[in-house]
Nanobody, 113 residues
Framework: QVQLVESGGGTVQPGSSLRLSCKASTSLFRIYTINWYRQTPGKQREFLGTINPDAITEYADSVNGRFIITRDNSKAMAYLQMDNLRPEDTGKYYC???????WGQGTQVIVSS
């Protein structure tokens, strides 16, 4: 069992930046692929991007060029840097790790003027 805790959410204006963090409770963090998802009311959870154990990343088209995922294996942390935020980026953000398929509890992001 891996516990994940997201943090860093908040309310920001359009065009702002936020960095979300995902802290994992495992000493084997280096073997995990970390994924970030977003959920808005009435919609399915949306895949945003992923970083594998070799730190290779992939992103959804909706965030490519604005969001960057990084990891720090020494701290068992993953990060989602979000730049040029838009109102449609509003939602609850989750990290999800594989293998094992573990989810965090999410952190809320609101982008509003």
């Amino acid at each position: 069992q891996v516990q994940l805790v997201e943090s860093g959410g908040g309310t920001v204006q359009p065009g702002s930046s936020l960095r979300l963090s995902c802290k994992a409770s495992t000493s084997l963090f280096r073997i995990y692929t970390i994924n970030w998802y977003r959920q808005t009311p009435g919609k399915q959870r949306e895949f945003l991007g992923t970083i594998n154990p070799d730190a290779i990343t992939e992103y959804a088209d909706s965030v490519n060029g604005r969001f960057i995922i990084t990891r720090d294996n020494s701290k068992a942390m993953a990060y989602l840097q979000m730049d040029n935020l838009r109102p449609e980026d509003t939602g609850k953000y989750y990290c999800f790790v594989q293998p094992g398929s573990f989810w965090g509890q999410g952190t809320q992001v609101i982008v509003s003027s």
